[in-house]
């Protein structure tokens, strides 16, 4: 009998067989290359313990397919499906999208309207004041969500009683150092509820809104911004709208130009 | 109310969902995987027209969830493990008395699933695609080269190496829970 130890021919005859043996454990090989396996496979020991360890671990992992799913898993998967192809098809851009809708993730729990009360002044703060005049928003081209945060971050006025260090009853999704949240409240954003903050950063006061993911990444502009980038920025007129993703939805951010924080101050709450 | 492409994308590919995301599963943790079904549906429904008829469905599923592995794990610029050039040693098998059918049987039957997905998990990439498609989703060898663009020779020689390598793996692994046990005997 050979032994695969054998120099020259038998050697190379041997290496170059043994890329072929799994064709053989599947029956996926034609009659003669069979033949000329099963020739080989009288001399050599090596190789016919090899087909046999093959043989062994393909019925054993042929068993490792079986995918047992909960219930809830098996919800998870329909809404998966639903929500995909209840989407305009042209709609899917080729951009990976981890960062798209996941609908096991959109059933979370909003957090109920939280007011921050305190001790100090009534301020009432006209946002209208600080950003006059301007209705419309050149720049957000068509992205509902953009349209939305800026029409409130123009139009709304709030009062609100003012806690001198912010309120530590809420968590906005992202902070900085210096930026001191004022309060919250639900509203709609692109079609959907979002829960909105309104957050004093200086001498500035932002929106900051956490979006339905469904919504957040909807648009192919913003998803190849975050895809490559990480964020999207727009500035729009004399305001600055901020995409960011965070764990199971999106923030937008929106505030006077300039007024929005560096990227190296952002901290995520959520992701920590 | 649906239209017949969602009614027939919903029909032919429902059945595999549960069974892509295994695939995507062995791939990755959960998130991660869930991500990836949700992507490659995303693709499936976006390219569901050009499915063609005679095309296995769930083979055509595999090709997507492939890519949209490869596209993530670039993104992320995770390592990707290379195949080594190198075949696992005959030397290995013929001095290990572990590595004869029967005691190898022995060992393949009690080595826990977890374990078993650990081991195929420690393949390089190329091999790990091969073991996986063939052994674990059953595709045939067409269906393998059509899945990760390859020719069907390199499907062979890759399944060939990658069940050597998965056979050494599990070996060592059963004689490092031998040394285990009596050491804990001792």
Same mark, same amino acid.
């Given at each position: 009998m050979n032994t695969i130890n054998d120099n020259g021919y038998w050697a190379q005859l041997h290496i170059h067989l043994q890329d072929r043996l799994a064709g053989y454990v599947d029956g996926e090989l034609d009659a003669e290359q069979r033949t000329v396996i099963e020739a080989h496979l009288a001399g050599c020991r090596a190789c016919r313990a090899d087909v046999k360890r093959q043989q062994l671990l393909h019925q054993r992992l042929r068993? /490792?397919? /079986?995918v047992s799913l909960s219930a809830s898993q098996d919800g998870m998967l329909d809404r998966m499906i639903d929500g995909v192809s209840g989407?305009?098809?042209?709609?899917?851009?080729?951009?990976? #999208? #981890?960062?798209?809708?996941?609908g096991h993730r959109i059933a979370r729990v909003r957090e109920p309207l939280v007011l921050a009360s305190g001790w100090a002044v009534a301020l009432l703060l006209a946002v209208a004041i600080v950003i006059?005049?301007?209705?419309d928003h050149p720049?957000?081209?068509?992205i509902p969500m953009v349209n939305d945060v800026v029409a409130e971050y123009r139009n709304i006025e709030l009062d609100i009683h003012h806690q001198g260090g912010g309120s530590d009853r809420i968590t906005p999704p992202v902070s900085w150092p210096g930026s001191h949240v004022l309060t919250t409240w639900q509203t709609q954003v692109g079609g959907a509820p979002a829960q909105a903050y309104a957050v004093r950063s200086g001498r500035y006061l932002l929106f900051q809104y956490r979006v339905d993911e469904g919504v957040f990444y909807r648009n192919p502009r913003v998803r190849a911004a975050l895809a490559s980038e990480g964020r999207f920025d727009l500035r729009s007129d004399r305001l600055d709208v901020l995409a960011l993703p965070v764990p199971g939805s999106g923030v937008l951010m929106v505030g006077p130009a300039g007024s929005l924080p560096a990227a190296n101050q952002l901290q995520n709450p959520a992701a920590t | 109310m649906q239209s017949r492409r969602q009614r027939n994308f919903h029909r032919q590919v429902s059945p595999w969902l549960a069974r892509l995301l295994g695939a995507a599963r062995r791939q990755a943790g959960g998130a991660a995987a869930e991500d990836w079904l949700q992507e490659t549906l995303l693709r499936a429904w976006r390219d569901? =027209?050009?499915? *063609?008829? *005679?095309?296995?469905v769930y083979a055509w599923l595999l090709k997507i969830l492939d890519r949209v592995i490869a596209e993530d794990i670039r993104r992320e610029s995770r390592r990707c493990r290379l195949a080594p050039?190198?075949?696992? =040693? =005959?030397g290995f098998f013929e001095s290990c008395?572990?590595?004869?059918p029967g005691p190898f049987a022995e060992t393949v039957k009690s080595q826990t699933e977890s374990q078993i997905n650990e081991a195929i998990e420690s393949l390089a990439d190329e091999y790990r695609k091969v073991v996986t498609l063939r052994?674990? *989703? *059953?595709?045939s060898y067409r269906e393998i080269a059509y899945v990760l663009d390859l020719p069907q020779g390199t499907v062979m020689s890759r399944l060939s190496r990658g069940r050597r390598l998965l056979a050494q793996r599990l070996i060592k692994l059963e004689m490092h829970d031998d040394d285990v046990q009596l050491s804990r005997n001792e």
């Open positions: 068993n /490792q397919s /079986q989407t305009r098809p042209e709609h899917v851009s080729g951009v990976f #999208a #981890a960062l798209r809708v996941f006059t005049g301007h209705v720049g957000s081209g068509s | 569901f =027209d050009q499915l *063609e008829k *005679e095309q296995a050039v190198v075949n696992a =040693d =005959d008395p572990g590595a004869e052994d674990i *989703e *059953e595709l």
